[in-house]
């Protein structure tokens, strides 16, 4: 079982509703919110390992997210965009983003993202 | 050898302009303004429908000025030949095909002026550029429409099929392995939508 806990940002309920499925039946254990004043709320009460966030979020956007996390953001963070140009990348990386991807992407990306959020959470211990 | 003489109206109605008859409508006015833009520097701060009446009052050949006021006063057609350059200073040749007016009491934006380019690639730019703009308007509609619709069904879709092939194969194997397949082409799919998109 992987001991990762991630959190989810994604306002688009289908496929917050099956990427959540996914990753259980990985078991990761997820937590998944709609939009940034939910995520904003919760994150900070509870200790997560990674935050994969839409950039498009109903309320703002994903790199706000990160800003006003300040020290309560995750230490790995995964992006999602349906725009991957180099500033969005760009800005991404500026906010603490370690991975950008880029709508629609394979379930395996995302399991290649979080292999290597494995990794760095290993490193950073 | 024979030369084919190529109505300049009719090609300016086949590319999409509705040219030659006269429509007091503002909004073509700044249309063939465009045009005239390309040509001469507008002045600052000077009303458009008024410059381009001022800036061909200007150009008239003095021979036809008589003639282009007649028309103007009666709103009647006139064809005059119009002194033009382009704004690096290359000389040009333009056809005054149609002047009308709709309102005797002011002149400012009621006139509709079109000019036909003869022997003049000006035309042909304005057009590319006008198609260019179009065509990248259309890219930027699709891709935002790709990016909120299809992109983010897809999205969750190729995640549905991932699923629901793991979940099957535990109760039949077969059934699980055609899933999978299923889960293998929607990835393909979501691949070339990426590679569509970026292009």
Known sequence: MSSLRLFLVENHEDTS?????FLEQLNYEIRVAGDMATAL??????????????????????????????????????AMSGYGTGNDRQKSRAVGYSHHLIKPFTPDALLAALRDAEEMRGKQR | MTTQIVDPCQ???????AAVTVKAINAEVVAYNKLFALLVEPPAGLESARWFVECVRTRIAAADEER??????????????????????????????TVARSNANDSSDTILCIFVPLNSPVLERFFDAYISKGSDLERRRIRD??????????LGAAFACKVLACRLA???????????????LLNNTVIDLQNLMRS
Request: a negative charge.
């Open chain 2, 145 to 154: 429409e790709l990016h909120k619709g299809v992109s983010q069904q897809l």
């Open chain 1, 41 to 78: 709320r919760e994150i900070p009460n509870s200790r997560y390992d990674v935050l994969i966030s839409d950039i498009g979020l109903p309320d703002g956007d994903g790199w706000q997210l990160m800003e006003k996390l300040g020290p309560n953001r995750p230490p790995i963070a995964i």
């Open chain 2, 170 to 184: 535990t109760l039949n194997e077969k059934l699980g392995k055609e899933a999978a397949d299923v889960g293998v």
């Open chain 2, 11 to 17: 090609l300016l109605e086949e590319i999409g302009f």
């Open chain 2, 68 to 97: 282009w006021e007649t028309c103007f006063t009666n709103r009647t057609s006139v064809q005059v030949q119009v002194s033009l350059s382009e704004i690096n200073g290359e000389p040009l040749d333009f056809e005054m095909r």
């Open chain 1, 17 to 21: 509703k099956y990427m959540r499925l």
